[in-house]
């Protein structure tokens, strides 16, 4: 199939992508790396009447550390952030999350940003940030608001995002001491959505976030962590588990349990044991 | 200020090292663009969903699906189909090797996996068999079982480094 | 049987030489269907069924027809005014029944995606703008989709006229199963399903239909293996005589039998290029590929196996019941896929005593029909996932167990209990080498050594027949007008190359690259100096083409004959120029030399100048053949079946449901091998495709009959990060069917690497009692059947 008629718009600048969103309202949909909403047209099941284009904008560019954070511009690309020296630095769980997205040629295009304004239940980035207490910053014409990934993701293709606002950044706070993180997701080819994935980062205080993914209509920071058995006792009471085409809700509830079992005990600090 | 969408538009890329301009429809996919109106069918489109890998080009030094792209989002880019890579000696190995070590069958993903391997071969010149595997997997092939394709780049690469 | 034949170097045939055309592709130099692009050239887009089963109340066409750069819109009754309908039977099949079907669904449309209306436009994405502007109404009628629905009599029926939806039924009986059964000393029992496939040519179907209104000529360029079957559709459907229809299949990307049945589509296409007088391009998208391309392998299968206590195998019981979708696919029929299942059960043993029964039941799904090793991988999961069975209970050894049953090398030929004549297999010999090039007795020390640690390996191994080289007896005898004979003809150059044009045609697999190696073989040139012309229904002669495995042993032999009577021209007026008799002379590397001594007498050169351009110095009354023709039928056996076995080596992760492909390893017999580097990779890619069923692929419907896996993300086709490297070996019995000792081996790998994983994965999974008898290996399906889910 091919896309449904629609216009295209490529605005110079944020303040002109705030101008495009208020003058085409519901009809204008933000294109970034397009990598899923590009398959989604082309199934003539995202039909926009107007595409505005945000690929380009500078304002959207750019890895930095920021009072305290790393804030990496929406449009960063998922290749972008793996060959970064701060990501690398400071965020290792992305450059093992990353190389899990789908391919090279997808990875080369598809962005930060656009994974959570998409907010695929299975994406890995959604939860990445979740477990990395990440705050995604909103703009807008009217100016900018920090939004906690906990308030963001609010479901399948559901997030907090307000009409007339744009996904500029995220901001991803660094603890004074060093993280550990671990990521795994357990899926049938190399590229493909998860059955089943997790996240956890943890510091040397004790405290830490175990995000599962691909297994309800969000990312899921499970209570917990770093205790495996409270961990697998919240999966069990407090986790709402939601089917995809391949794995029914019993397989998704088993596989988070494996995958609390692996990551929490794989990385439970000695000193802790 | 009234903003204007357009529903076609100009656009200019540099492809295979030649400037190229027309003005497509802004629906027109970069796929659609190069194989209708440039005439570059080594570009083949086996999904337009950005799933099998065999619309894969290189713009601006990396690579996508070109079917992911709207030929309008190339403006002013440098494209690279596997038509070109003229004088990259890579490229001519692996086209070398594909064809001796059969390793095509049909020939209609050949193209995007050439570009992947090519792509590989610059970021890593002595990939391993698991690392050639892992480069090529966002590519279908239907006829080879992949043994053959991987065979072919381990040696074009080895080639590549020897003394 | 011997190992294989060293050939002499020199030799064409048996030697491992890459293909011509892998160096076009490698250029960028393909030329598919789609890249073809004429003036005027039109676009077809379909409106299709969105239910399972629905009765077509209404098609407005009048708004899409109004949509700038729509040209045509048409519905199946106005199809139907210029193609006639077709019926999926022949008469080997009795009892098989399929009604008329329309390019276009008429009045009822039975499966979800059927094609119900046509808009020919300037461009593709203008003719879908103006598939949303048709108005359609449809009264959803209820749908049977289940296979146990289908087989039950009280369910909705599919087709008004019949009494059920029962498409054909076969019961088989040989030798003498209940007192088999009742005297053996274990029986093991398996209930399996397999789910459905479907094809996913990287290359979707595609046709571009041109029809002169002028001359009344249809010229068809179509990606399909089997252009002369097109060609003679096109004829009978359309009323255009023969001679004014050309087919001609360009390169053909991917075709694994999915690009040989007639679909509504290409039929719809052609109709539209007869109305509008302008060249109509077809190209399916993924979606509607998925949607209509056949599919493959929906089957239940309940069988058993009786044993005596050392393990010989006594008799099988099966039923296996398929669903085929609202149509018997035209022309070869759905009938052929549980045909050969259900006749190939235990054909590897000498098992005597067999009940089988096969049901062919129609539902409103996608239509299924033949497809790669067609049956085969059936056939072959549920009779050595029984012999594991029987192993296990007996406390034997699976290798062992199928040493002990295996039709021994010098008993041919040899008829199998369903009555299968077999000629020249090697069993035993393919049994003894694969275990010695996997190393087995070390793979099971291995495998003990690491479920000690906790880690599930499992070894799992397949014995299998392929039915290749098929004769009249399949198609032919039960009224379809599918060749079964094929052609070559081989033309002199005047600078002593040659051109040869044959009726066997090209899918990437090496056709073309055979072909010049056996014309150059008998033709005493280098391959080098042959061209090849393949799939244009004008400029070649009539054939069968590929399919079945029948391109080598049958289409290569024509070309031998061809060259061979080529060669005996040249030599006769070599000899007459040289006063020489033609039995003293050979050609050898281009010249013609004397046979005794290799004396060059005159380069092929020279006598392809003297013959074309100064005939006038031969003697009178000479008038040289320089263009001549070789057909070959295969006579005697009904096929030339090849053999062969193959062992999967994995590893489960008992947690996930995960396998992992640690190693695959084929031993197997085609005969004389051609071009061993084309004989491996068809072996691979065969491999890779029965793994792909077995571990990947399934076509997923909600109970209401909707597709749900539409895209390549949801549906899972092998790639190359889990695919593992395939050793293989061969042993060479050139058969006696075969004037050139060949047999078909592109099936080979699809019929068995399936079974052999699915043992595999048994065979580890073992510590746990956990026994999987459903495809494919989904890790919910593992840990379903460890009860961990």
Known sequence: ?273 | MTLNARTDMAVSLTVNGRRTAGFVPVRQTLAGYLREELGLTAVHLGCEQGSCGACTVRVDGEVMRSCLVLAVQAEGCVVETPEGFSGDPAMDRLRERFATRNALQCGFCTGGMLVAACDLLAREPRPSRHAIREAISGHVCRCTGYEAIVDAIESAALAETAP | MNDMTQVPADRPIGRAMPRAAARRHAAGRGRFVDDIAPAGCLHIAFLRSPHAHARILSVDLSAALDLPGVVDAFDGPACAELCKPWIGTLDHFPGLRSPEQHALAVDVARWSGEPVAAVVATSRAIAEDALDLIEAEFEELPAVTDIEAALDPDSARIHADYDSNLAFRLDLTAGEPDAAFAGAAAIVERSFRFNRQTGVTLEPRSLLADFQPGTGELTVHHSTQTPYQMHDVYSRHFGIPEERVRVVAPDVGGSFGLKLHVYGEEMAAVAASIRTGRPVKFVADRYESFLTDIHLRDHRVHARMGVAADGEILAMEVDDATGIGPFSVYPRTSAVEGNQAIRLMGAPYRMQSYKGRLSVLFQNKAPTCQYRAVGHPIACMATEALVDAAAGALGLDPLDIRRRNVVPDDAYPYRTANGYMLEGLSHHACLEKLSALMDYDALRRDQAEARARGVHRGIGLAVFVEITNPGPAFYGVGGARISAQDGCTVKLEPSGGFSIAISITEQGQGTEAISAQIAADRLGVSPERISVVSGDTRTTPYGGATWASRGAGIGGVAVMKAAEAMRANLLGLAGTILQASPESLDIREGTIVDAQTGTERMSLAELGRILYFRPDTLPPGTHPLLTVSGHHVPQGYPFAFTNGIQASHVEVDPDTGLVELLGHWVVEDCGTIINPLLVDEQIRGGVVHGLGGALFEECNYSPEGQLLSTTLADYLVPLASEMPDIKIAHVATPTKTSPLGAKGVGEAGTAASGAALLNAVNDALSPFGAVLAETPLTPERVLRALGKV
């Open chain 1, 1 to 273: 199939m091919r896309a449904a008629p629609f216009a295209y718009l490529r605005p110079d600048s944020l303040e002109e992508a705030f101008e495009a969103l208020a003058q085409f309202g519901d009809e204008a949909q933000l294109l970034a790396g397009g990598q899923s909403l590009m398959p989604a047209m082309a199934l003539r099941m995202a039909r926009p009447g107007v595409l505005v284009d945000i690929s380009r904008l500078a304002a959207l560019r750019g890895i930095a550390l920021e009072e305290g954070a790393l804030v990496l511009g929406a449009g960063t690309t998922y290749a972008e952030a793996l060959r970064a020296p701060l990501v690398a630095t400071h965020t290792p769980l992305l450059v093992e999350a990353i190389p899990h997205i789908a391919h090279e040629a997808v990875r080369s295009r598809g962005t930060l940003g656009g994974s959570l304004a998409n907010a695929d239940p299975a994406s890995e980035m959604p939860a990445c940030m979740l477990a990395l207490g990440a705050q995604v910053v909103l703009r807008s014409a009217e100016g900018e608001r920090a939004v906690s990934m906990e308030e963001f993701a609010l479901g399948t293709y559901t997030t907090a995002i307000e009409p007339g606002e744009i996904l500029a950044a995220i901001r991803i706070p660094l603890p004074e001491s060093p993280r550990r993180s671990r990521f795994r997701e357990i899926a049938r080819r190399s590229g493909d959505y998860a059955m089943a994935g997790a996240a956890l980062v943890s510091d040397e205080a004790g405290e830490a976030r175990f995000v599962l993914f691909a297994v309800s209509d969000r990312p899921i920071l499970v209570p917990g962590a770093p205790d495996v058995d409270a961990v697998l006792a919240a999966i069990d009471a407090e986790v709402e588990f939601f089917p995809d085409n391949h794995v029914g809700i019993s397989t998704k509830r088993h596989l988070a349990g494996v995958l609390a079992r692996d990551l929490l005990s794989r990385s439970a600090p000695k000193e802790a044991a």
